[in-house]
């Protein structure tokens, strides 16, 4: 069978629906929601996630590219690219890397992902005078980083 049509007319029979495919699932299937906003993918993996014998409530990923639910007897992985601006995710790594205290955080080809930067930032641009000379522009935004560059 190539294809098949199943009508659901609730929400619940969707979630049904979804769990009687969770409970055929073995591992190692992948499975692709498509449709419009509201059309009833996320109704649909809540009863997959069911079928699968997971307990957790299902919520979709924010700020992070999926879910991982380790619960059940398989692992599910749950990934929804709805509400995911790929820059929202590389602010928020970012910002976490930069909370670090332990830590220091750099970042090439910030221009690329703009505003995913903390304000506070110190920024070195360094460019090539010419074939061996680099200009390195340290431009401190936050007080922190003046005293910084003032010592270098
Ligand atoms: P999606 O993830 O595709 O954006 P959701 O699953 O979050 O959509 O939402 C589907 C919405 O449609 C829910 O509010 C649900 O109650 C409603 N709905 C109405 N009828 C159905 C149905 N037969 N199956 C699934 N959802 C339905
Ligand atoms: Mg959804």
Redesign the pocket.
């Given at each position: 069978m190539k294809s098949k049509t199943i009508t659901?007319?609730?929400?619940e029979?969707?979630e049904k629906l979804g769990e009687k495919l969770g409970r055929l699932l073995k591992g190692g299937e992948l499975v692709e929601l498509s449709?419009?906003?509201?059309?009833?993918?996320?109704?649909?993996i809540k009863g997959l996630a069911k079928g699968l014998g997971i307990k957790q409530a299902i919520s979709s990923p924010t700020f992070t590219i999926n879910r991982i639910y380790e619960a059940g007897p398989l692992r599910f992985y749950h990934f929804d690219f709805?509400r995911i601006d790929l820059k929202d995710i590389v602010a928020f790594e970012i910002a976490e890397a930069a909370a670090d205290r332990d830590g220091v955080t750099a970042v090439e080809w910030a221009e690329n992902v703009a505003g995913a930067l903390p304000d506070e930032h110190l920024t070195v641009s360094v460019k090539a005078a010419d074939q061996t000379h680099r200009e390195i522009v340290f431009t401190a935004n936050g007080s922190k980083y003046q005293t910084l560059i003032s010592k270098l």
């Open positions: 659901t007319k609730t929400p029979a969707t449709g419009d906003l509201g059309a009833g993918k996320t109704v649909f709805y």
